[in-house]
């Protein structure tokens, strides 16, 4: 799968001294791709879109 044309866009929660940086992509019916942005031509994890949304709401019930 080829996400070179995907729109990525940084994780809020990325630091701005260049450490730890998520990026995240949609756009791809039914998936994500989630890559470290300082090797953007890097690996991509596929995850389902379900999976993610599940993924993302259980972080943020751990940091309220």
């Given at each position: 799968?080829?996400?070179?044309?995907?729109?990525?866009?940084?994780?809020?929660?990325?630091?701005?001294?260049?450490?730890?940086?998520?990026?995240?992509?949609?756009?791809?019916?039914?998936?994500?791709?989630?890559?470290?942005?300082?090797?953007?031509?890097?690996?991509?994890?596929?995850?389902?879109?379900e999976g993610?949304?599940?993924?993302?709401?259980?972080?943020?019930?751990?940091?309220?």
């Open positions: 799968m080829d996400w070179n044309a995907a729109v990525w866009r940084k994780s809020s929660w990325s630091g701005s001294d260049g450490g730890s940086c998520v990026e995240v992509a949609t756009g791809r019916t039914g998936l994500m791709g989630v890559r470290d942005s300082k090797i953007p031509g890097g690996p991509v994890v596929v995850v389902v879109a993610w949304r599940a993924f993302v709401a259980a972080v943020k019930s751990e940091i309220v």
